[in-house]
């Protein structure tokens, strides 16, 4: 399986080999949520995810607006 540096903390995450850009990993070091950047090499970045416990998606209509902030 293939590793990448954790852009938090710096070690070794590792990255299933199928994972496509966009998609979300977790770096077992520091806990902190990924996303993948780059496939060739693999490469990560912090997932920014505001105000959100991932428990409910009702809340985000109010928040509908930021999503068009990030890009
Ligand atoms: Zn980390």
Redesign the pocket.
């Known amino acids: 399986m293939p590793t990448t540096i954790?852009p938090?903390?710096?070690?070794e995450?590792f990255v299933d080999a199928e994972s496509e850009q966009g998609d979300s990993v977790s770096?077992?070091?520091?806990?902190?949520r990924?996303v993948v950047v780059g496939l060739d090499p693999f490469e990560l970045d912090l997932q920014e995810e505001p105000e959100s416990d991932g428990t409910s998606d009702d809340d985000d209509l109010q928040s509908s607006d930021y999503d068009d902030a990030r890009y």
């Open positions: 954790c938090e903390c710096s070690e995450v770096c077992d070091e520091c806990g902190s990924l």
